[in-house]
């Protein structure tokens, strides 16, 4: 039913105006797309659980795309601020530090403690963490955010998010996203979560899912029809699984460039988080949402500084 939805998600980006090559191309895609789908469902590989529960943690050693690919808007829908801004904090995995990590390592994983105390920190300062429907919603008037309003983003779908982040989101009542590696979803020995834990956090209210790709693709590099696939696929397992539109998605190594981010659009998102530093801000691109990074090796004294104007 899903992939349906796809295919008319496809129809209606490529019926805009700004992606003619969409257009002409959007018979040959469907036709690929839906292929691919099949291909995929029918012959997906058994899931394997190596027993090295303790592999290096695999993903952020690339360098992020840290400019925009798209000029900011000049003007912003009539009633809304100019200046309207909110910090969308990105994480990646919460546990603990060990000795000998390397330094990539400590700045992904922030610890169950400096993760607790940071939570704490926006309940005892007023932050109400929203959602980026609401962010969607008030970029376009049609809703007002609460004072210190901010996002809270987790990359990858790692275990400890579940294990360490969640109980201290659900104890405080804050909302999350949580962007999935679809094919990695259930490889639970390799530090990933799966979908019953996916579903235990969607039922309190407060977790959302995202994409991250299948494979936690760098898409630059790969060919449309690829691209899309990663795009699509990974939506629609989210989708079947969760039973939830899946309308969120992040760039994997925060890489992409402006056919991605295009493409992102038609394969039926309605934003994209970047690494791009800073707050994000009504006049950016909806497919290049700015983020904070929280790194493993900040304090308290610089965790508070990111939350500060601007980030
Ligand atoms: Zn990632």
Redesign the pocket.
């Given at each position: 039913m899903y992939s349906s939805g796809i295919i008319l998600d496809i129809a209606r980006f490529a019926s805009d105006a700004t992606v003619n090559t969409m257009r002409r191309n959007a018979a040959l895609l469907t036709i690929l797309l839906m292929l691919v789908v099949v291909s995929l469902t029918g012959c997906r590989p058994a899931l394997s659980f190596p027993s090295a529960a303790s592999e290096p943690y695999p993903?952020?050693s690339q360098t992020p795309r840290t400019t925009p690919a798209f000029k900011t808007s000049a003007t912003v829908p009539a009633g809304v601020d100019a200046n309207l801004s909110v910090p969308i904090l990105m994480y990646?995995e919460v546990a603990p530090h060990t000795p000998g990590m390397d330094a990539l390592k400590l700045s992904l994983l922030v610890t169950p403690d400096q993760f607790a105390q940071q939570m704490q920190y926006l309940k005892d300062n007023n932050f109400t963490t929203i959602t980026l429907d609401d962010w969607m919603a008030a970029r376009v008037g049609q809703a007002t955010l609460p004072r210190n309003p901010v996002i809270l983003t987790f990359?990858?779908g790692r275990l400890g998010v579940y294990r360490n982040a969640f109980p201290v989101l659900k104890r405080n009542g804050q909302k999350a996203i949580l962007f999935l590696i679809s094919n990695e979803v259930g490889r639970v020995a390799k530090g990933y979560l799966d979908w019953s834990m996916a579903r235990e956090m969607q039922n309190t209210g407060l977790i959302t899912f995202g994409s991250?790709t299948v494979h936690?693709a760098v898409l630059p590099p790969l060919t449309t029809q690829r691209a899309l696939m990663e795009l699509s696929y990974s939506k629609m397992v989210i989708q079947r699984n969760t039973g939830r539109r899946c309308d969120y998605f992040?760039y994997?190594?925060g890489k992409y460039d402006a056919r991605v981010a295009k493409l992102v659009g038609v394969a039926g998102y309605r934003a994209a988080t970047s690494e791009i530093p800073g707050w994000s801000r009504v006049t950016d691109n909806a497919f290049e949402l700015r983020r904070v990074r929280i790194d493993g090796r900040d304090s308290m004294a610089v965790f508070r500084t990111k939350l500060g104007p601007g980030g």
């Open positions: 993903y952020g990646h990359d990858d991250h936690h992040c994997p190594h």
